[in-house]
């Protein structure tokens, strides 16, 4: 009875900040850090106390967003991603040996990037919640304010400019939103940069042009290696501006596979390749993993050891990725035990350059579009006129060369028939083989 009566004067209050038209949640808001000045910039990143690795997982929740900090026993989520994979992600979550948040930030409160946040609090412990200054009429909004009520915990809103620390060592700065109201609500999305070491990350929610501007303005310090592209790849984000002041090596999309929106945009994917940086989709790769000891990252599904930013490359080729199906590169043979007599061990896809010059195939992603199985992406590897490379499921055979899924598990012989497909470096199809 006690809770019923709760969520009664939980609804009664929210019914009057919503017909009041506020955009505060005065109930839950605490008294947030004083801003600082405008211009300031974030600080320079401390030296590292401890040789304790920051692994940071974008994982794939589909169209939606969440993103988890690890650094030693301290962990940080930004989003949760949307309410129908609200349980599966708190079961990843607890398969990935985390019982509790530091930082839980729900950028903005749209359903794609707070729906699993109120499993999430329901679920793990949690010390601080961001949310921005923002109402919304949903019950997936509601259901999250409930959820921070019932923990007995209250809503810290961002001033941008503010810092704090998970852990010792990793930096979160506040950089968005700078505005008391927008039109659009994707830009009051809560903007944080992440330093640890020499590498840092830039998570940006469904921010458009509106607060990259701002942010510009502002004069903070946007420089990162890794940039979470905003609004899942939407034209309306990662502005030529932003994306010089940001100039990352990498790029992470989080995206749902065929979803309606026909995100990323080509032109965000344009954007990114004309830049130089290296992309990665959870729609293509799953989820993303990059581990950073402070001075470089190493990089799943790709399991190339990547040099910092700056760093001069052993493996890097001086060709630049293939555009589109123009370069020949094809799907020439898919074999596992059982298709054909077994004179070979292990299953693996055949990808062949029938074209005139060679093709880093760096980026190009080797996908089971049938079964929804492990996606593999290739390293720096230049591949010759008429030369052919496998891509093993598990082991390497040494006669032939080639690439490992590593996945411990048959790919292509889970259903009848099975389709492989290619993408280069831009996430365009390039080849599709089925048997």
Known sequence: MKGFKALIAILIILTLVFSAGCQQLPF??????????????TPAPSP???????????????????????????AMIIDAGGNSGASSLVSTIKNMGISKFDVAVGTHPHEDH???????????????????????TTKTFEDVLIAIQNKGLTVT???????????????????????????????????????????SFLITGD?????????????????????????HGS?????????????????????????????????????????GVQIYRTDLNGTIVLTSDGSSFDINPDVTHVLPTGAPSPTASPSTPSPSSDSGVQITKIFYD?????????????????????????????????????????????????????????????????FSF?????????????????FDARGQEVSRKSY
Request: proline residues 7%.
């Open 28 to 41: 839950l808001v605490i008294n947030p850090t004083p801003a600082p000045t405008p211009g300031t910039v």
């Open 48 to 74: 590292i106390s401890s040789d304790v690795p920051l692994k940071v997982s974008f994982v794939d929740v589909g169209q939606a967003d969440c993103i988890i900090f690890q650094y030693g026993e301290s």
């Open 114 to 136: 707070i729906g699993g946040l109120d499993a999430v609090i329901d679920s793990f412990e949690i010390s601080k919640v961001y949310m921005p200054k923002i109402s919304h």
């Open 157 to 199: 809103t961002p001033v941008p400019g503010s810092a704090f620390t998970l852990g010792e060592d990793v930096q979160c700065t506040i950089l968005a939103p700078n505005s008391a109201s927008y039109d659009n609500l994707n830009n009051y999305s809560i903007v944080i940069k992440v330093v640890y070491g020499n590498t």
């Open 207 to 231: 921010a458009e042009a509106e607060s990259e501007e701002e942010m510009l303005a502002k004069g903070y310090d946007l420089d990162a290696d890794v940039l979470k592209v905003g609004h």
């Open 235 to 275: 034209t309306s984000s990662t502005s030529p501006a932003f994306l010089s002041a940001v100039s990352p090596e990498y790029a992470v999309i989080c995206v749902g596979e065929g979803n309606t929106y026909g995100h990323p945009h080509q032109e965000t994917i344009d954007k990114l390749n004309a830049a």
């Open 338 to 402: 059982g298709l054909v007599p077994q004179v070979e061990s292990d299953e693996y896809v055949e990808i062949t350059n029938h074209g005139g010059a060679a093709v880093d195939l760096k980026g190009w992603i080797l996908k089971d579009i049938t079964d929804g199985n492990p996606s593999f992406t290739f390293p720096a590897y230049n591949l010759q006129p008429g030369e052919s490379i496998r891509v093993y499921t598990n082991e390497i055979h040494a006669e032939y060369g080639g």
């Open 406 to 422: 590593g996945s411990g598990q048959g790919i292509w012989n889970n259903s009848n028939p099975n389709t492989a497909a290619l």
